[in-house]
């Protein structure tokens, strides 16, 4: 019987129950990533993003590290990300990131762009290729009495999805940062907005980048 038990919470041991969830800090998302760890030895295998957050993150892999090893992951979509090696499960194994906090308010950014990209990808038609802006806090003008500070998820030429609590109504004039716009869509975590007028490449740049 006591072997029956001892099996039944290894079958538990599933990456989502990776941490209990009220012992978590951070939530974490679900994201599909691949990409390769290296170890304390500078050796590198594949892996397998399974979800990450900003504190931490879990990945598939048929080799583990030992508890407490330092572990640098690389993934295109993220950059490197380092930290040490914090639970071992059957399949791969959980990462405790090490990060300043400057680094962390880019993950958050990064990660928040990733997990919005499928659900806007069909905003405005994507009739000009978006990207993550390096500068992404910026203010968003609804009225000459009203100015808020916000979060911009991504930009393009012809717009750009903004994380806020705001909904403006559609159709209404707002200006992000130097650029006047129009408020084209609602979306869970904030607007997506049209720039109003042909914007040149360097007026979009100079107030993102």
Same mark, same amino acid.
């Given at each position: &019987? =006591? %072997?029956?038990?001892?099996?039944?919470?290894?079958?538990?041991?599933?990456?989502?129950?990776? +941490?209990? =969830?009220?012992?978590?800090?951070?939530?974490?998302f679900t994201l599909k990533l691949v990409g390769r760890f290296m170890r304390a030895d500078r050796l590198e295998y594949p892996c397998e993003l399974i979800d990450i957050s900003v504190g931490g993150m879990a990945v598939a892999t048929p080799v583990q590290p030992?508890? *407490?090893?330092? +572990? +640098?992951?690389? &993934? @295109?979509e993220l950059g490197g990300l380092e930290g040490k090696a914090a639970r071992?499960?059957?399949?791969?194994?959980? /990462? *405790?990131?090490?990060?300043?906090?400057?680094?962390?308010?880019?993950?958050?950014a990064?990660? #928040?762009?990733? /997990?919005?990209? @499928?659900?806007l990808a069909e905003v405005d038609a994507r009739a000009h290729q978006?990207?993550?802006? #390096?500068?992404?806090?910026?203010?968003?003008?609804?009225s000459d009495e009203i100015a808020l500070r916000v979060q911009v998820i991504d930009v393009s030429l012809s717009g750009a999805n903004i994380a806020t609590e705001a909904r403006p109504p559609l159709g209404s004039k707002v200006q992000l940062?130097?650029?006047? %716009?129009?408020?084209?869509?609602?979306?869970e975590r904030g607007? $997506? +907005?049209?720039? /109003? $007028?042909?914007? /040149? =490449?360097? %007026?979009?740049?100079?107030n993102f980048d």
């Open positions: &019987m =006591p %072997a029956q038990t001892s099996l039944a919470v290894k079958r538990e041991l599933v990456p989502s129950a990776l +941490i209990a =969830p009220e012992r978590r800090l951070h939530k974490r030992h508890l *407490g090893e330092g +572990i +640098i992951v690389y &993934m @295109d071992i499960f059957d399949g791969g194994f959980a /990462i *405790g990131l090490c990060a300043t906090p400057h680094r962390r308010e880019k993950l958050v990064r990660l #928040t762009w990733l /997990i919005n990209r @499928d659900e978006r990207r993550l802006p #390096t500068r992404n806090d910026t203010k968003l003008k609804l940062g130097k650029l006047p %716009a129009q408020v084209v869509r609602h979306h607007i $997506g +907005i049209r720039f /109003i $007028g042909n914007q /040149i =490449p360097e %007026a979009v740049k100079g």
